[in-house]
């Protein structure tokens, strides 16, 4: 494996010439931009759901702005301890820490920042209830999902993909200063929507887990076991949704996309299982985007639900 460049090698005097604009590219790909942007997807329409309309505007900015620094920093905090396997793997080579356009001190003092930002805006902005859900979400990403089961455990992102389920909880919160039952339950749509999503990715880079010693599913297990996995999860996540009917009242309109919803996921998780049944090609992606796809209109639902 190639020598990481340090900040006092050649990479160092090279980096403090590049332009400041390159250089804060460099620190918002720290925060991975593209986990922000579906994360707070699940925020503001649960907002919606807890205020029964729409909230105040400077209610909701304050927390999808805390909300982007909390996930910022433990994507950050994520950078710098998997510094060493984003080399290996071919899909994360080209992250700001293996390219050495930070230096893992400045990539720890960044994601220290962004969580005590996170922290004092929920806490002066929004509540200190929200201030410790995203607390608790910076601290489940990285001390039991990174550090503890990534590396260890083939159910780390079963157990670790909670990390992400706390968009909701705060989104509640910062409505009504509590967790109420259909947060709970939205938490628990996007806890089952998590293996199958990510699982699916997995599949696809099985040989860049394989090749960083990460015991993700798809490395320890058979694509017959794992589209099976992924098709009882996916069970799951369809009852979750359909139970927030009764719990949050929310009516025909939403009951229908869940339904619509969850039939096109489970049809694409059934042909998983069959395409791997079959043999040949798998075509995980497949349901890796439709996933996302998946997601963004539930909570659309969810939103609409909440307007009428």
């Keep these: 494996m190639p020598a990481r460049p340090t900040a006092g090698g050649p990479a160092g005097p090279g980096r403090s010439r590049r332009p400041a604009l390159a250089l804060a590219r460099s620190y918002v790909a720290l925060t991975k931009p593209r986990i922000i942007e579906q994360l707070l997807i699940t925020t503001v329409p649960v907002m919606l759901l807890a205020e029964r309309g729409l909230p105040s505007v400077w209610l909701v900015l304050a927390t999808l702005v805390g909300g982007t620094f909390a996930a910022g920093s433990a994507n950050t905090f994520n950078c710098y301890v998997d510094r060493d396997i984003d080399e290996v793997m071919a899909r994360t080579q080209r992250r700001p820490l293996v390219r050495a356009s930070v230096t893992p001190a400045e990539a720890l003092r960044f994601g220290i920042l962004l969580g005590v930002a996170a922290t004092l805006l929920f806490g002066f902005a929004v509540n200190w209830v929200s201030a410790l859900l995203a607390d608790g979400a910076i601290m489940f990403y990285v001390f039991v999902y990174t550090l503890g089961l990534k590396r260890r455990s083939p159910s780390n992102i079963v157990i670790g993909g909670a990390a992400g389920c706390f968009p909701v909880l705060i989104g509640w919160s910062a409505v009504t200063g509590t967790v109420g039952w259909p947060a709970v339950l939205l938490f628990a749509v996007i806890f089952f929507w998590t293996p199958p999503h990510f699982w699916a990715l997995a599949i696809k880079?099985?040989?860049?887990?394989?090749?960083?010693?990460?015991?993700?599913?798809?490395v320890v297990a058979s694509q017959k076991v794992v589209s099976r996995r992924i098709l009882g999860y996916s069970y799951a996540m369809v009852a979750a949704s359909l139970l927030l009917v009764p719990v949050a009242d929310t009516g025909w309109p939403y009951l229908a996309a869940a339904?619509?919803?969850?039939?096109?996921?489970?049809?694409?998780a059934h042909q998983l299982v069959r395409r791997v049944r079959r043999g040949g090609d798998v075509r995980p992606m497949r349901l890796f985007h439709m996933s996302i796809t998946y997601l963004t209109l539930l909570f659309i639902a969810v939103a609409v639900a909440a307007l009428t």
């Design 205 to 218: 880079y099985k040989d860049d887990y394989a090749a960083a010693g990460i015991p993700m599913l798809p």
């Design 259 to 268: 339904v619509l919803l969850g039939g096109w996921f489970l049809v694409e």
